[in-house]
């Protein structure tokens, strides 16, 4: 893109960023909670890219005053300090242009929002709900090096060991924008523990990875919630097999994208604490609907990019960790590594990176910067 193109879009941001500035000052817009969001959230994104057109300004001004002293100047020593400016502005300019292409493709307007992640044993009886146990243990340390929170809301375990699903929650920053390349299909080529004979199986497990609903973002009755409560089972000590601390929810919901009336169940029993556990089925509930009322845009921007590494087609087989060959694969962008052992104690960072790569190659190309 030209020079004087890529200004030409920054100063045309420069009024609707003024006009936001004062539109969030304003008490009228502060009172409604779901337009002051969405505007500080524009806000932000726009502020990043003022302050990258003033330091593009600064680098071009540079470089013209560096370029007019080189011609005019006949001191040595004067014209080479000014070759030397020229040459590291020219070096830092094509960096900084593609840093505001980035900025001036539309975000996903999800990826600030914290997450529930599902994970569910697949094909492949307890040897996939053992994979599901170690996927989690994946996420759990790497949320740890993130230094984000995890909560887990309901799980059901294997009968040999791992989970035959597990929902919990993940809370810090981009944690939406991050983890939303995890869903999908996982696959796990390696010799179960149950095998005898040594041969190499093939399982599977599901990873779906939700942004998380405000409380204002979804419209839900709390009258027409139907609240059962219940003894939780499992570890926990003796109150939470003696007191009714896990609860159960139903809602009757409309599908507006299709008419159709649907009975949604959640589950929470985690902590001994049953308001806590209500808290944690209703941000479920939340998430649940917007997914749902959201499935729209995400199938608008699926059938745009077909080859987007994040559509959030959670059916899609994404990965496969082949375990006698120490090897991961990620079909989406063909990445093959081989340090098993490091990927699954939570090292998928750079797995993650060469995804956003991909995407926002992508993202750029569709919007012609």
Request: hydrophobic share 35%.
């Amino acid at each position: 893109m030209a020079e004087n193109s890529l200004m030409a879009r920054l100063d045309g941001l420069v009024g609707k960023y003024e006009e936001i500035e004062l539109l969030i000052t304003d008490p009228a817009v502060i009172a409604d909670m779901r337009r002051f969001v969405k505007l500080n959230k524009e806000y932000k994104e726009l502020g990043a890219l003022m302050e990258a057109r003033g330091r593009y300004m600064q680098l071009t001004r540079q470089l013209e005053e560096a370029k007019e002293l080189f011609a005019t100047e006949t001191d040595a020593d004067m014209r080479e300090m000014a070759r030397e400016e020229i040459d590291a502005c020219e070096t830092q300019l094509p960096a900084l242009e593609e840093e505001i292409k980035l900025l001036l493709v539309p975000a996903d307007p999800e990826d600030d929002k914290n997450v529930i992640m599902e994970i569910r044993g697949g094909t492949g009886g307890d040897e996939a709900a053992l994979f599901a146990g170690d996927l989690f243990k994946m996420y759990t340390k790497y949320c740890e090096q993130k230094g984000w929170r995890m909560e887990v809301s309901s799980f059901n375990e294997g009968t040999a060991g791992g989970y035959k699903e597990i929902i919990f929650s993940v809370s810090g920053e981009k944690v939406y924008g991050t983890l939303k390349y995890e869903s999908g299909v996982h696959r796990v080529q390696r010799v179960p523990a149950t095998e005898t004979q040594g041969r190499v199986h093939t399982s599977a497990a599901t990873v779906a990875c939700l942004p998380q609903a405000e409380a204002f973002e979804v419209e839900i009755n709390e009258g027409e919630i139907k609240w059962d409560t219940f003894r939780s089972s499992g570890a926990g000590g003796q109150n939470v097999n003696k007191v009714e601390s896990g609860v159960r929810l139903r809602y009757n919901w409309k599908n507006p994208n299709t008419g159709e009336v649907e009975e949604i169940l959640i589950e929470c029993t985690e902590t001994r604490d049953q308001p806590k556990n209500k808290e944690r089925a209703l941000a479920r509930l939340r998430t649940f609907i917007y997914d749902k009322e959201h499935q729209k845009y995400i199938d608008d921007i699926a059938s745009k990019r077909k080859t987007m590494v994040s559509t959030g087609d959670r059916s899609a087989k994404i990965r496969t960790y082949n375990y006698p060959q120490g090897r991961i694969t990620d079909h989406r962008i063909n990445y093959t590594i081989y340090n098993l052992a490091a990927f699954m104690n939570g090292d998928i960072q750079d797995c993650i990176d060469q995804l956003m790569v991909a995407e926002n190659a992508e993202r750029l190309k569709e919007s012609e910067l």
